[in-house]
Every structure is written in C-alpha cells, then in structure tokens.
C-alpha cells in the first residue's frame, strides 16, 4: 500500500502568519509521531498520537505548536504566529499500534517531510 | 530520559575503503537502538535495528553494527563502501516501555569519494 505521505511537501511563509502540516499515515496504523529535522537542533520528537489521543507532547517548543488527529487517521500540525526559528523540515511516521509500557516494537515509517521556510 | 552523541559530523571516505560511524547513548533503563539512513533528497529509511539477543546486527546492503552495552556504544560499520551509500545517518534510541519515540542524534555526513 501507500506510504506515509505529507502536505505541503515546501511551505513558504511570512513571520507571523499560521501554518498548517498535513500527515497521512498508513492505512491502519494507529501510532503516530511528529518530527522537526532543523539544522541547529537535528532531529527532535515533537508529538505522538496513539489513536486520536496524544499521550505524549513533550517535544512540542512552545504554546504556538499544536497538533490534531482525527478519525484516528490524519493528523494536523499547526504553527501559529510563525517566527523565524521554525524553520524546519517537519517529518510525520506511522507504526502500528503501540501500547505504552509493553515491549512490543513496531517500525515507525516517515514520510518524505514539509520543509518549512519562515521568511 | 536518553540522550544519544555521535561523534562525527562528517565522514569523508574513498570508495572501497572501510567506514565506522559512531553512536553513543546515555539512558537509565534498556533500551532499542537504530541507525536510519537519509539519502539526498529521500526521507529517512531503517537501516537497521537492535532489540534483543544478537548483539551484532546487519542490514541488506552490508552495514552491520554492534552493541556495546558497556560502553555504551552502536557503531555502523562497513567494510568496503561505494559512492551510492553517500548520505547522512543517524543513530536513535527509544525506550522499549515508553511511547515509541525516537531520540535522535545529531547525524553524521558520510561522504564517499570516488
């Protein structure tokens, strides 16, 4: 099947403004996280979601990163009032699903990212 | 928490020469490791993992790396590489019990020159 796919694949946009990522996981899987691959800060874990839930938003930088997930499928990250250091390739990835505290592993698969420019 | 350090940023290496990229990770409980690979203009693949038992482990296109837990150490090795494996790697841990996230260090350039 399909793989994870991601929207926009390049958003271009000015300080200030609000953005929005688009991921759709693969069909099925129930894990899904967010990334930001930047060039100051590498790869870091922003937020997971295990069906429409985020048990885990630890990574998200501040109150202006927000993310959604609906029908247990896609999901939204948004940004508000952009500043310039969000400039960033965002990477979803999907796994199958995920059952904190048990040791079961499920490969998580990326997508090909949004690459973010915040003039 | 984990934390992972690779040392190298960079790796220059001819074609056909030998390469050990290397990864080391802090963290209180057990833990699975990773090495992914991006290649230019593609988005990250697992290259290959360690969950339990063997602690030398390979992947299809002849990268193997082996844990160390007392030194706390995942290198990526490959004895021979080609100008088709120039692409950043990164090395991830996650926590078996935790919620599946990766924590990443900071990636490592290999570049393969002919």
């Known amino acids: 099947g399909a793989g994870v796919s991601q929207s926009p694949s390049n958003k271009v946009t000015e300080k200030g403004k609000d953005v929005e990522l688009r991921c759709d996981p693969i069909?099925?899987?129930?894990?899904l996280y967010w990334y930001r691959q930047s060039l100051g800060q590498g790869l870091e874990f922003l937020i997971y979601?295990?069906?429409?839930?985020?048990?885990?938003k630890s990574g998200l930088p501040s109150d202006r990163f927000s993310a959604e997930r609906t029908g247990g499928s896609v999901s939204t990250l948004t940004i508000q009032r952009t500043q310039q250091e969000d400039s960033a390739v965002y990477l979803c990835?999907?796994?199958?699903?995920?059952?904190?505290?048990?040791?079961?592993?499920?490969?998580?698969?990326f997508g090909p990212g949004t690459r973010l420019t915040v003039l | 928490a984990q934390s992972v350090t690779q040392l190298d940023s960079q790796v220059p290496v001819f074609e056909e020469a030998p390469v050990e990229l290397r990864c080391n990770y802090s963290?209180?409980?057990?833990?699975?490791l990773f090495w992914y690979v991006q290649y230019p203009n593609q988005g990250l693949q697992l290259l290959l993992k360690?969950?339990?038992?063997?602690?030398l482990v390979e992947s299809i296109n002849g990268f193997e790396a082996e844990f160390n837990k007392s030194q706390t150490s995942f290198h990526l090795r490959k004895p021979s590489v080609h100008i088709s494996d120039t692409a950043e790697y990164f090395c991830?841990?996650?926590?078996?019990?935790?919620?599946?996230?990766?924590?990443f260090g900071q990636g490592t350039t290999l570049q393969v020159k002919p």
């Open positions: 990835a999907s796994s199958a699903s995920r059952y904190p505290g048990t040791s079961l592993y499920n490969e998580q698969f």
């Open positions: 069909s099925g899987h129930t894990a």
């Open positions: 979601f295990q069906g429409n839930s985020a048990p885990d």
């Open positions: 963290s209180s409980v057990s833990v699975y």
């Open positions: 360690y969950l339990s038992g063997s602690t």
């Open positions: 991830a841990v996650s926590a078996p019990s935790n919620t599946g996230k990766l924590i």
